[in-house]
T-cell receptor, first 114, second 112 residues
Framework: DGGITQSPKYLFRKEGQNVTLSCEQN?????MYWYRQDPGQGLRLIYY???????QKGDIAEGYSVSREKKESFPLTVTSAQKNPTAFYLC?????????????FGSGTQLSVL | SQQGEEDPQALSIQEGENATMNCSYK?????LQWYRQNSGRGLVHLIL?????REKHSGRLRVTLDTSKKSSSLLITASRAADTASYFC????????????FGRGTSLIVHP
C-alpha cells in the first residue's frame, strides 16, 4: 500500500537529548512537510522540502532540524534547544512542489518529555 | 501567516442529524481544504474547493465557499457515530505560499 509511515508512534525525550522522528513515503511525492500539533490547537508548520537536498523553515523552526537526502525520507530532529517539545508531530507530503494541492498525512508521532 | 478559524469549537449531535461547521479567514485564497482527524491519528483530506467555485459535494459532505464573506462551511448530512472526529479547514493563500495553513478545528461528537 502506498502511504506515509511515521515512526515511532510514541517517543520520550530526556533533558538535553536530541531525538529524531522518522518519516518515509512511497508515493513518489516531491514535497514533504513537518507540522506540530498541540492539544486543542491547529497544525503549525515546522519545516518543508520541495525537492531533494533543499528545505525551508516554516513558522516555528527554532529548535528543530531536518534533512532531505532522499526523495522518500524527511527525518525531523528535535534538538535540546527546543524547550517545549511535547506535542504530536505530523509528517505530510504532496505530489508536486509549488502547486496548490492537498496534503497526505502520516499517522503521527507523540513526543513527550521525561 | 493566514489561518482559518473554525466555528463552533465543539459540536455534539445525535446520529442521523446534520452537522454544520464553519471556517472564516482573512485574506485572499487560492483554495480552501477540509480535513478530518480521528483521535491520535493523522489528518485525512476530505474536499478541496477553489476560489472560483461556490459549492462541492462528496458523498454526504457538502462544502460551500463565499469569497465575499471570506467564509466556508462543511455540512455532513445524516451523520453517523463513525463521523466522530475533529474537522479542520486549511487555507492556501493566493499569490503566496502554496502550503495550507490550518485552523484549530471543530470537534464533532455524534451520539449513537
Amino acid at each position: 500500500d502506498g502511504g506515509i509511515t511515521q515512526s515511532p508512534k510514541y517517543l520520550f525525550r530526556k533533558e538535553g537529548q536530541n531525538v529524531t522522528l522518522s518519516c518515509e513515503q512511497n508515493l513518489n511525492h516531491d514535497a514533504m512537510y513537518w507540522y506540530r500539533q498541540d492539544p486543542g490547537q491547529g497544525l503549525r508548520l515546522i519545516y518543508y522540502s520541495q525537492i531533494v537536498n533543499d528545505f525551508q523553515k516554516g513558522d516555528i523552526a527554532e529548535g528543530y532540524s531536518v534533512s532531505r537526502e532522499k526523495k522518500e525520507s524527511f527525518p525531523l530532529t528535535v534538538t535540546s534547544a527546543q524547550k517545549n517539545p511535547t506535542a504530536f508531530y505530523l509528517c505530510a507530503s504532496s505530489i508536486t512542489r509549488g502547486a496548490y494541492e492537498k496534503l497526505f498525512f502520516g499517522s503521527g508521532t507523540q513526543l513527550s518529555v521525561l | 501567516s493566514q489561518q482559518g478559524e473554525e466555528d463552533p469549537q465543539a459540536l455534539s449531535i445525535q446520529e442521523g442529524e446534520n452537522a454544520t461547521m464553519n471556517c472564516s479567514y482573512k485574506t485572499s485564497i487560492n483554495n480552501l481544504q477540509w480535513y478530518r482527524q480521528n483521535s491520535g491519528r493523522g489528518l485525512v483530506h476530505l474536499i478541496l474547493i477553489r476560489s472560483n467555485e461556490r459549492e462541492k459535494h462528496s458523498g454526504r459532505l457538502r462544502v460551500t465557499l463565499d469569497t465575499s464573506k471570506k467564509s466556508s462551511s462543511l455540512l455532513i448530512t445524516a451523520s453517523r457515530a463513525a463521523d466522530t472526529a475533529s474537522y479542520f479547514c486549511a487555507t492556501v493563500a493566493s499569490g503566496g505560499s502554496y502550503i495550507p495553513t490550518f485552523g484549530r478545528g471543530t470537534s464533532l461528537i455524534v451520539h449513537p
